[in-house]
Protein backbone atom coordinates (compact mmCIF):
# COMPACT_ATOMS: atom_id res chain seq x y z
CA UNK A 1 0.00 0.00 0.00
CA UNK A 2 1.03 3.45 -0.46
CA UNK A 3 0.45 6.83 0.91
CA UNK A 4 0.44 10.64 -1.16
CA UNK A 5 -0.03 13.51 0.41
CA UNK A 6 -0.04 16.70 -1.60
CA UNK A 7 0.59 20.43 -0.34
CA UNK A 8 1.96 23.71 -2.01
CA UNK A 9 -1.84 24.73 -3.10
CA UNK A 10 -3.05 28.09 -2.83
CA UNK A 11 -4.01 31.11 -4.49
CA UNK A 12 -1.58 32.85 -6.80
CA UNK A 13 -1.97 35.96 -8.79
CA UNK A 14 -1.76 34.78 -13.12
CA UNK A 15 1.81 35.39 -13.67
CA UNK A 16 2.91 33.96 -10.55
CA UNK A 17 4.38 30.68 -9.42
CA UNK A 18 3.79 27.59 -7.26
CA UNK A 19 5.53 24.34 -6.03
CA UNK A 20 3.66 21.52 -5.16
CA UNK A 21 5.03 18.48 -3.64
CA UNK A 22 3.37 15.08 -3.08
CA UNK A 23 5.13 12.79 -0.24
CA UNK A 24 4.42 8.92 -0.85
CA UNK A 25 5.18 6.49 1.91
CA UNK A 26 4.02 2.76 2.20
CA UNK A 27 6.04 1.16 -0.55
CA UNK A 28 9.55 1.82 -2.30
CA UNK A 29 8.89 5.12 -4.08
CA UNK A 30 11.99 4.32 -6.90
CA UNK A 31 9.81 2.19 -8.65
CA UNK A 32 7.13 3.82 -9.15
CA UNK A 33 5.65 5.85 -11.94
CA UNK A 34 4.92 9.22 -10.72
CA UNK A 35 1.69 11.56 -11.96
CA UNK A 36 -0.01 15.04 -11.42
CA UNK A 37 -3.59 15.22 -12.61
CA UNK A 38 -6.00 18.30 -11.97
CA UNK A 39 -9.70 18.76 -11.74
CA UNK A 40 -11.41 21.87 -12.62
CA UNK A 41 -15.24 22.30 -11.30
CA UNK A 42 -17.47 20.81 -13.20
CA UNK A 43 -14.72 18.77 -15.75
CA UNK A 44 -13.18 15.72 -16.00
CA UNK A 45 -9.74 14.94 -13.94
CA UNK A 46 -7.40 15.29 -16.49
CA UNK A 47 -3.73 14.31 -17.05
CA UNK A 48 -0.61 17.36 -16.39
CA UNK A 49 2.78 15.28 -16.31
CA UNK A 50 4.58 11.81 -15.74
CA UNK A 51 7.57 10.99 -14.55
CA UNK A 52 9.41 7.83 -14.98
CA UNK A 53 11.05 5.69 -11.90
CA UNK A 54 14.65 7.61 -12.38
CA UNK A 55 12.95 10.94 -13.41
CA UNK A 56 14.80 10.19 -17.06
CA UNK A 57 11.63 11.02 -18.86
CA UNK A 58 8.71 13.30 -18.52
CA UNK A 59 5.16 13.78 -20.41
CA UNK A 60 3.09 16.66 -20.18
CA UNK A 61 -0.42 18.14 -21.52
CA UNK A 62 -0.21 20.48 -24.19
CA UNK A 63 -1.79 22.95 -22.34
CA UNK A 64 1.41 23.07 -19.41
CA UNK A 65 4.22 22.38 -21.70
CA UNK A 66 6.75 25.22 -21.19
CA UNK A 67 5.31 26.52 -17.91
CA UNK A 68 5.22 23.34 -15.49
CA UNK A 69 8.64 21.06 -14.73
CA UNK A 70 8.16 17.57 -12.99
CA UNK A 71 10.54 15.79 -11.00
CA UNK A 72 11.04 13.58 -8.16
CA UNK A 73 13.86 12.86 -5.54
CA UNK A 74 13.66 9.33 -5.12
CA UNK A 75 16.04 10.04 -1.76
CA UNK A 76 13.09 12.00 -0.24
CA UNK A 77 10.17 9.74 -1.59
CA UNK A 78 8.83 12.86 -2.89
CA UNK A 79 7.91 14.21 -6.60
CA UNK A 80 7.18 17.80 -7.37
CA UNK A 81 5.36 20.20 -9.77
CA UNK A 82 6.95 23.24 -10.83
CA UNK A 83 4.11 25.75 -12.12
CA UNK A 84 5.01 28.72 -13.58
CA UNK A 85 3.38 31.54 -15.26
CA UNK A 86 -0.14 30.05 -14.03
CA UNK A 87 -3.46 31.20 -16.09
CA UNK A 88 -6.70 31.59 -14.49
CA UNK A 89 -7.32 28.38 -16.21
CA UNK A 90 -4.83 26.45 -14.14
CA UNK A 91 -7.29 26.98 -11.39
CA UNK A 92 -8.36 23.28 -10.03
CA UNK A 93 -7.21 20.46 -7.46
CA UNK A 94 -3.98 19.06 -8.15
CA UNK A 95 -3.89 15.30 -7.92
CA UNK A 96 -0.89 13.07 -7.39
CA UNK A 97 -1.10 9.18 -8.82
CA UNK A 98 1.48 6.23 -9.02
CA UNK A 99 1.84 3.45 -10.58
CA UNK A 100 3.73 0.56 -10.42
CA UNK A 101 3.67 -1.02 -13.97
CA UNK A 102 2.84 2.13 -16.12
CA UNK A 103 4.98 4.57 -18.34
CA UNK A 104 4.99 7.94 -17.83
CA UNK A 105 3.27 8.51 -21.13
CA UNK A 106 -0.07 6.57 -19.59
CA UNK A 107 -3.28 8.49 -19.36
CA UNK A 108 -6.15 6.22 -18.71
CA UNK A 109 -8.98 6.28 -16.91
CA UNK A 110 -8.54 7.23 -13.29
CA UNK A 111 -9.28 3.42 -12.06
CA UNK A 112 -6.23 2.36 -14.04
CA UNK A 113 -3.46 4.08 -11.47
CA UNK A 114 -2.89 2.11 -8.11
CA UNK A 115 -2.68 4.76 -5.76
CA UNK A 116 -3.88 8.46 -5.91
CA UNK A 117 -3.64 11.30 -2.81
CA UNK A 118 -6.63 13.57 -1.55
CA UNK A 119 -5.30 16.47 -3.49
CA UNK A 120 -4.36 20.11 -2.98
CA UNK A 121 -6.30 23.49 -4.68
CA UNK A 122 -4.55 25.48 -6.90
CA UNK A 123 -6.60 29.12 -7.48
CA UNK A 124 -5.02 31.33 -10.27
CA UNK A 125 -6.76 34.97 -9.84
CA UNK A 126 -6.35 37.04 -12.89
Known amino acids: QVQLVESGGGLVQAGGSLRLSCAASGRTFSRLTMFWFRQAPGKEREFVAG????????YYTDSVKGRFIISRDNAKNTVFLQMNSLKPEDTAVYYCAADATKGPYWRGSTGSYDYWGQGTQVTVSS
Open 51 to 58: ISVNGGSQ
